[in-house]
């Protein structure tokens, strides 16, 4: 809003218009102050008149709000018919009166059905085109105040290339870029009030209403190239291989349903890599390995397909496991609300050991007169036992909270390493790149390891064997990592132009 009031004050002195006509001037002109300037220079009249403000800034203005009262006791309202009194009528700059009751009716309807045009709204005299401004609001209707600022500064914001709204839920907070070159490639933004990260620099769409998240291995371009990649059914009608895959010991379809890429299958409960189904650790099988050179148009086409799903899969398998690790992190942060808030009950649970009580029956033929009779045995009984499940560190849920929210941004980070090198090393690439590539690969199959390493501990369901220092120190490490990991890929960039 500061930016908004500058440039509001600024136009004021420049022009030496009332406050009033300064929003609609700069509204009309998209908020560049250097355009509206050179306009009003050319054609002062025709530039008042298309804002709006003819009235407002007519001859003879003396400075005033611009919101006059009647003094005719004779006039009637111009919607109502009913009398006018200098106490219960109001008239824009334009002349045009109206009761106070009717004001406050026609801006209250054009708050409810205009939404943001709100700002942009006229005179309610038909033909009139006069724009109303916050003054008229404040006094007919100053219920709507807060909510016509807002929309003024949503029209700013929405006219500014260099401001954006944050996205998260029920926030109001506005990132802004240092200049126009930072909007170029990726612009990851962290709001501190609610917690969002995304993309600046992401055009909106009209397909996708989840949030653009930080992207910075890979351009804004590049990631629309990708996405538009894989909404191709041609080359996604292999779909059900990232999703689904058959166990390479019994053959049972089965679907991944954790983060760690390290499966177990529950039918043979034997365990296999879920990317090459191997059973060999993950970090092994990042690289792709190119099939022998293809000598006709079909089997370039294959090859083709089959690089593509190489990097797809385990875009969509981390994109999967991000999703995971974020519900775990929601999880966490739920609790530690809860707790803050004394709304749980202590972590230390006790569990019932249940045991069944057996009766034998035995039957007694010489004893009793009647043969039918059975004399139950005397059994003891054995209560329920109750064992109380080891107590669990109270820093646990806060560093559980920081591991789930490093897993997250190295899910982030995997799965788009896997579009940068699927559009940065091409199959046909020269002897440099071929040497990056095995750089890149590299550092990726460690990325992997340490997030699965990271991944499998987060997901031990009995917290009191989880080694506090080993997720500490799991954590730094990674996210010192991800940040050599990321400087490598600039400089690989770098080296491209």
Request: glycine letters at 4%; proline letters at 4%; hydrophobic letters at 30%.
């Amino acid at each position: 809003m500061a930016s908004l009031d500058r440039q509001v004050q600024d136009c004021v002195e420049a022009l030496g218009v009332p406050t009033e006509a300064a929003a609609p001037l700069l509204r009309h002109h998209q908020y560049n102050l250097q355009h509206l300037l050179q306009s009003y220079s050319d054609k002062p009249d025709q530039v008042l008149a298309l804002a709006g403000v003819k009235h407002r800034c007519g001859t003879g203005h003396t400075g005033h709000t611009g919101t006059q009262t009647n003094d005719n006791d004779t006039e009637d309202c111009l919607i109502c018919m009913d009398s006018l009194t200098p106490a219960n009528s109001m008239s824009m700059p334009c002349g045009h009166v109206f009761c106070l009751d009717c004001w406050q009716d026609y801006l209250v309807n054009l708050a409810n059905c205009e939404g943001p045009s709100f700002v942009s709204s006229t005179c309610p005299q038909q033909g009139c085109q006069e724009v109303i401004s916050h003054t008229e609001v404040q006094t007919a209707a100053p219920l709507l105040l807060d909510k016509f600022q807002h929309y003024q500064l949503q029209s700013f914001v929405e006219s500014n290339p260099l401001l954006k709204w944050c996205p998260g839920k029920a926030c109001d907070c506005i990132a802004k870029a240092v200049a126009p070159h930072v909007l170029e490639e990726a612009a990851d933004v962290h709001c501190k009030s609610c917690n969002t990260q995304f993309c600046m620099a992401c055009p909106p769409s009209d397909t996708d209403d989840a949030v653009c998240e930080p992207h910075a291995m890979i351009s804004c371009q590049t990631l629309q190239r990708w996405k538009a990649k894989n909404s191709n059914e041609s080359e996604t009608s292999n779909w059900i291989l990232a999703n689904t895959k058959n166990c390479p010991h019994c053959n049972s379809r089965i679907h991944k349903d954790g983060g760690c890429m390290y499966v177990t299958c529950q039918k043979c409960k034997k365990g296999f890599c879920w990317m090459c189904k191997g059973t060999h650790h993950v970090w092994q099988c990042n690289a792709y390995q190119a099939s022998p050179a293809a000598e006709d148009d079909v089997a370039k086409a294959k090859n083709e397909l089959e690089r593509y799903l190489h990097y797809y899969e385990r875009y969509h398998g981390h994109n999967k496991a991000q999703t995971f690790a974020q519900k775990q992190l929601n999880k966490l942060i739920k609790q530690e609300l809860q707790d803050a808030n004394g709304t749980t009950h202590s972590s230390h649970k006790k569990k019932k050991k249940k045991t069944k009580t057996k009766t034998k029956t035995k039957t007694d033929s010489t004893t009793t007169t009647d043969s039918t009779k059975s004399d139950k045995m005397d059994v003891e009984e054995t209560e329920d036992e109750e064992e109380e499940a080891p107590p669990v560190d109270v820093r646990l849920p806060s560093l559980l909270k920081d591991a789930n929210q490093q897993l997250v941004q190295c899910r982030r980070v995997l799965k788009y390493s896997y579009v940068f090198a699927y559009y940065h090393f091409g199959p046909q690439a020269n002897e440099s790149l071929k040497r990056q590539k095995e750089t890149f690969e590299h550092h990726q199959g460690i990325l992997e390891g340490l997030t699965e390493g990271l991944s499998k501990i987060t997901e031990i369901k009995q917290r009191h064997k989880i080694n506090l220092q080993d997720v500490t120190n799991r954590t730094r490490v990674i996210g010192q990592f991800i940040k050599n990991v990321l400087e490598n890929v600039q400089t690989m960039k770098e080296m491209e132009v």
